[in-house]
Nanobody, 115 residues
Framework: QVQLVESGGGSVQAGGSLRLSCAAS????????MNWYRQAPGKQRDLVAS???????NYADSVKGRFTISRDTAKNTVYLQMNNLKPEDTAVYYC?????????WGQGTQVTVSS
């Protein structure tokens, strides 16, 4: 089992920044990827950024150049630094970990960007 606790969401004006954190605990051996998803009201949950065990990162086209995913393996924490936020970034952001083909989810944290 893997437990995930997210923090760092909030409200910000367009152009501002936020950093989300996701602290993982439990059985973290064999984690293959750590990811951030987001879900806006009435829309599907979409992948925003991912970091695999080798350290390679991937981003959705809509956030490239603005968001950065990183991890601190000593703290078992993954971060999402979000810069130059736009109103369309407003969503609930979810941390996700895949371990041995099983996906684990955090409770989500709200990010609201006003124009």
């Amino acid at each position: 089992q893997v437990q995930l606790v997210e923090s760092g969401g909030g409200s910000v004006q367009a152009g501002g920044s936020l950093r989300l954190s996701c602290a993982a605990s439990g059985s973290l051996f064999s984690v293959s990827s750590m990811n951030w998803y987001r879900q806006a009201p009435g829309k599907q949950r979409d992948l925003v950024a991912s970091i695999i065990s080798a350290g390679t990162t991937n981003y959705a086209d809509s956030v490239k150049g603005r968001f950065t995913i990183s991890r601190d393996t000593a703290k078992n924490t993954v971060y999402l630094q979000m810069n130059n936020l736009k109103p369309e970034d407003t969503a609930v952001y979810y941390c996700n970990v895949v371990r041995r083909a099983v996906a684990y989810w955090g409770q989500g944290t709200q990010v609201t960007v006003s124009s």
